[in-house]
């Protein structure tokens, strides 16, 4: 079943320049990119993207850290693409994400409380519908 996924190089993956290589992953996996634009969050976008997470400890240093620099927000279709890039992108503590993965290889902890590992993707079907009609309403 061919489904959308919403992808976002965060903005440590923008400053590091790895935007091409999340894409480059993206594409040598197979999946088909159907939007990329580079655009800034604002906090009221964020707390819609991060709805599950407000009020959490780490809520406010996300924030900051998502406002830091520009994203690039990318939806990617293909069969299984919302669990296949999860796999692509590892888990969400870098220092542990296994090697092969974009956050084991090219993500670490640089400052806590912040945790930068380079990349979002959506985590359901009903996560993806709603993160992309954030991110791109005329989709
Ligand atoms: N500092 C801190 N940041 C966290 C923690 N859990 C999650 N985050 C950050 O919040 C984002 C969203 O969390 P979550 O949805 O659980 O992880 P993801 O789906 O793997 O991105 C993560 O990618 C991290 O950037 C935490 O326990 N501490
Ligand atoms: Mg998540």
């Known amino acids: ?6 992808i976002l190089v ?4 923008v400053k590091r320049a790895l ?9 040598a996996k197979g999946y088909t990119l159907v939007a ?3 655009k800034h ?11 599950e997470h407000v009020g959490k400890p ?10 830091s620099g520009p994203v690039l927000a990318v939806v990617a279709e293909g069969e299984r693409v919302i669990e296949g890039f999860r796999s692509l992108a590892g888990t969400t503590d870098p220092t542990t994400a296994a090697p092969g993965t974009i956050r084991g290889d090219l993500a670490r902890t640089w400052d806590l409380p912040v ?3 380079i990349v979002h993707g959506s985590d359901s079907p009903e ?3 709603r993160e992309i009609g954030i991110w791109f309403p005329a989709l």
């Not at 780490?58 to 406002?67: E, T």
């Open 1 to 6: 079943m061919t489904e959308r996924t919403l």
């Open 41 to 51: 969050a604002t906090p009221e976008l964020l707390a819609e993207h991060y709805a």
């Open 36 to 38: 990329v634009e580079l």
């Open 58 to 67: 780490f809520y406010a240093p996300l924030v900051d850290f998502m406002l």
């Open 19 to 27: 935007s091409g290589e999340v894409l480059r992953r993206i594409e």
């Open 127 to 129: 996560s993806a519908d």
């Open 10 to 13: 965060k903005p440590d993956g």
């Open 115 to 117: 945790i930068q590992n």
